[in-house]
């Protein structure tokens, strides 16, 4: 696939934009990963490459002002989210479960949240029962940690708001 053309019906599906340019080390360091998601993905979501030097205007109709840039589209063309530099496997996964349409997960694994959120219970009730406000305070916190990470969240939100030019 050219890296200056869209895939073979990448416009009626899903897909996910690289925003790479030829000199870059961070894109040539992406690589591997975006090979790994197009093979997990298997055309479900397809990864558009895009050559920013090539592709000025997509590049300014979408405020992208780094590289590598991952932008999440929509089948029906809306720019779902962003992310800006290098990412992993899971933030690839974010990014094809937000061009899907689907609410990303959280980006901490449930298991390890629950796992902050009962460990800050047991460090808060410890420190309330030996009048301890060091350990109080770190239950506390992370109670509060483990809560967050809880919450779903999408890459950063992309600062054009509708729809990607065609």
């Known amino acids: 696939m050219s890296s200056d053309s869209p895939a073979p019906g990448a416009s009626d599906m899903p897909r996910v934009l690289f925003v790479r340019t030829p000199g870059c080390p961070h894109c040539?360091?992406?690589e591997p990963e975006v090979a790994a998601a197009r093979r997990r993905w298997g055309g479900r979501v397809v990864i558009e490459e895009v050559d920013a030097t090539r592709r000025p205007e997509l590049v300014a109709a979408l405020g992208i002002r780094a590289a590598p840039t991952f932008v999440a589209v929509t089948a029906d063309g809306r720019v779902a989210a962003r992310a800006t530099g290098a990412t992993d496997a899971r933030g690839l996964d974010t990014l094809a479960d937000a061009a899907r349409?689907?609410?990303p997960g959280p980006t901490v694994p449930r298991v390890l949240a629950l796992t902050r959120l009962v460990s800050g219970l047991v460090l808060t009730g410890a420190g309330v029962g030996l009048g301890g406000i060091v350990l109080t305070l770190l239950g506390v916190a992370l109670v509060v940690w483990g809560g967050v990470s809880l919450v779903p969240?999408?890459?950063a939100a992309a600062h054009t708001p509708g729809y990607l030019p065609r």
């Open 101 to 103: 349409g689907g609410r």
């Open 28 to 30: 040539r360091r992406m």
């Open 153 to 155: 969240r999408r890459p």
